[in-house]
């Protein structure tokens, strides 16, 4: 019997073969995608395991972790001042995962990148526990608190630009959360409150909502037409009859008010807010190049701050449409991210640098693995058009909608805007400012506002100006008092 | 320099009186490593988890080395010339087990869990009643053979051992426990599986000439006579049976197994594996076109990922175990996380009992697997060697029926907890946490431990007979 015996010998081999294959493929093959994989809790306990890096704002931490006691997570992320700084840090749960820059730089945080090889090996030789590093930003504290003050209860955004370099200065979002609440284990219930809030608080407003930008975007459209050669110099009369209709309808284009807007030269026109100048050059130039000089600008694509922001729109669309957009309105939609890169790009001659808000990666031992350098983006209009613009805009502040704006001493340039939207302009209006301070070392801060109106925001530009310029102002403010 | 002397011819090429060498020492000296290894492991758990030896370290390491040193001496005087490398085998599987075991109790996650029971205690004196069966089959069982009377006694003994858990409730889905108040829970299929294979072995021994020869040809194979197939049958019927009723599909699947390989070698008949594969598949198929507990399981298998999501979002998913088992072995990677330092405990209560190969790939690695598997390997190759070298049927059908049980046992297990077949609900022999596994197992290497002595141990001396020379002796 000798035979089938050593054949039972060789299919007992077989199926301990068969293990050994089947353990290779899983604990070989497949084991970076198990280990890695999201539903696997050791990844997220992994990530508790110890204190997180910490964001930091102005050399302070904004963030910080503190232990639990818990058997699975061990540290829990805590956040200084989370209402304010949530449209930076976004969270980091225990249970929910993680948004924003503690989702996209969770690798330097858990100390976990590639970059941190060396001083892994090197916790890890001398017994150390493995530490993350921190996420240096560009903001300022100064600035980012008179935003989130400056926008108090009312639903709005703020985003703030260096623009000679694209540093973000100030991103805040309003109504806002703590994220500390949603930090833990059991915070369930805070999680489905914020999740089902009607006023969307974990929405990031400053970079993923887009708002149709009004008669701020009219700085576009001047710029477009400086550009395009329709008119040389913004001090010569324009051919803009009064009334002035719509192309392709009968629907008379109205300005807010009785305006002097006939033939205005650009300067009177945005000073005052013409629809009927700007609407006219919207059509007079067309679709296309309106695009083009939107895209220029920004428009149409999204920028990795690193958080991605939505892309704002100005849509390829019919001629009455078009004109309509020429001033901000029909389907043309900006971020405040957006508005404040076009008052960044005039107040820097021209030149758009691209925003960022990370500035430098830095490990435990305090080496820096990562430097951002600023990047011009695209140079949207020359340096003559930037500086026409920005007498224009100087204007606007100094005797147009745009007065709340003024700082003593300090050249400051914007424009005011109020949009209307819903179904015929039945929706509450958003009020819109966007600005830049002017010192002599160039232009330190270029600044947009939105607030989301409600039924006593008056439905003329004189919102803007009232209920959004002062934010503006505090932001500038803060910016060019932490600048000297 | 002076010159080199060649080397004595010491190998034994002519027949001497000293006989072949008993091994013992090879086997005191494997058996040491099998005691040591467990011991750094146990140490390693300790720093790892506490940053200190852990207190029982020296009582441990005592407790383990007393069995095992016993367990040799007897070996020694009982069964001289027996295999040198299954004891120290299962004294290593028995011993790392234990450490797996004791780590998992020191998990606050399955400490804070209400189902999860410290085990560790439990399990040393488990192991060493396992020894004290192991000895005393060492001792009663002069000579395998004495097994071939007891045949049909088996047979009723087995099936009462298979019966008897039908007529006790169900735990954790499987109908597989006898529960006595006071005393806690027996699995007797465990112990079933040896008591079969005796039966198999004698039913076989006498009935193998019938089922070889008696046969036709038919496409290349011999097929039996149809009141040939009768025990096959018998058999797959009752396995199937125990399917249904214990919604077992392991053990069905280890008893069927078990037969088909012992009726292969008793009648060198290959049509035999061809029936019985086909039975076995038929009757798996039929099960689970009913049974909603077999049909979860290969659901689970298929695809355990969906059906993990699934009872994430509340519906009903069958396969928290064998994704968390997945993750621990994918975890783990090729060299592990270190002992102590993995999170198998995150399967929850079988964590240390049917999912304990987890805890292995995590904290061992491929590494740790591969090592583990080869010496499962080795404990079933030297079985099959034992029935390879046993002179008499009954022991070479014996002693294949358990070494093939035993490596189906561990491939059904470590297949089901990888993934590479739905999951059953049996024990890693030696490894896991469970009293009837551990110490059955420990019956079933006295068994072939005491037919490989028989096997190895030198033949007498033919006694000399005066009148050798004048007439001619016709010996068997």
Known sequence: ?????????????????????????????????????????????????????????????????????????????????????????????????????????????TGDDDRLFFNRTVDMITGKGKKGGDVITTLNAKAQEAAFKGLGDKQGAVAALDPRTGKILALASTPSYDPSTIAGALDGKAWKNLDSDKAKPMLNRALRQTYPPGSTFKVVTAAAALENGLYKDVDSKTDSPLPWTLPDTRIELKNEGNLPCKDATLREALRVSCNSVFGKISADLGNKKMIDQANKFGFNKTVDTPVRTAASVYPKD????????????????ATPLQMAMIAAAVANNGKLMEPYMVDKLRAPNLNVIEHHQPKEMSQPISADTARQLQSIMETVVEKGTGTNAQIPNVKVGGKT????????????????????????????????VVIEGDENTARDDIAGGALAAPIAKSVMEAVLKTEK | MSAISPMPNTTNTTISTAGPPSRRNTELALLAFAVLIPCFAYMNVGLAMDGEMPSGMLGYGIGLGLLAGVGHLVVRKFAKYADPILLPMATLLNGIGLVLIWRLDQSPRLQASKVYAPAATNQLLFSAMGIALFIAVLIVIKDHRVLQRYTYISMVVA?????????????????????????????????????????FAGYLMVKRDALALASRRFMGLYLPRGRDLGPILTVWGFSILVLVFETDLGTSLLFFG?????????????????????????????????ETHVQQRVQAWLDPMGEFLKSKQGLAGHSEQSMQALWAFGSGGVFGTGWGQGHSDLIGFAANSDFILATVGEELGLAGIMAILLVYGLIVERGVRTALAARDPFGKLLATGLAGAFAIQVFVVAGGVMGLIPLTGMTMP??????????????????????????????????PSPDAEMTQVVRP
């Open chain 1, 417 to 448: 805007g109020t949009a209307q939207h819903g179904v015929d302009n039945s929706g509450n209006p958003y009020a819109w400012f966007i600005s830049y301070a002017k010192t002599d070392n160039g232009s330190p801060v270029a600044v947009a």
């Open chain 2, 159 to 199: 099936l009462g051992l298979l019966i008897a858990p039908m007529f006790f409730p169900a735990k954790f889905g499987a109908r597989i426990w006898i529960t006595i108040p006071g005393i806690g829970g027996i699995q007797p299929g465990e112990f079933a599986k040896i008591v079969l294979a005796v039966f």
């Open chain 2, 258 to 290: 078990m037969f088909v390989v012992m009726l292969y070698v008793a009648t060198e008949r290959t049509s035999w594996i061809v029936f019985g594969l086909l039975m076995s598949a038929a009757g798996a198929v039929g099960v689970a076109s009913f």
């Open chain 2, 430 to 463: 030696f490894m896991a946490q469970g009293g009837s596994s551990v110490i059955a197992n420990w019956a079933l290497v006295a068994v072939l431990i005491k037919i490989s002595d028989t096997a190895r141990r030198p033949a007498p001396a033919p006694a």
């Open chain 1, 318 to 333: 019919n001629r009455p449409q078009n004109a309509m957009a020429g001033i901000g309105q029909a389907s043309n939609r």
């Open chain 1, 1 to 109: 019997m000798n035979k089938p015996v050593r054949r039972i010998a060789v299919f007992c081999g077989l199926l301990v073969l068969a293990l050994m294959i089947r353990d290779n493929w899983i604990q070989f093959v497949k084991a970076g995608e198990l280990k890695a994989d999201k539903n696997n809790r050791r990844v997220t306990i992994a990530r508790y395991g110890q204190p997180r890096g910490d964001i930091i704002v102005d050399g302070q931490k904004i963030t910080g972790s503190v232990e639990t006691g818990g058997i699975d997570y061990k540290f829990k992320r805590t956040y200084v001042n989370g209402a304010m700084w949530a449209p930076v840090t976004g969270y980091s749960s225990q249970v929910f995962g993680s948004s924003q820059l503690e989702s996209l730089e969770d690798k330097v945080l």
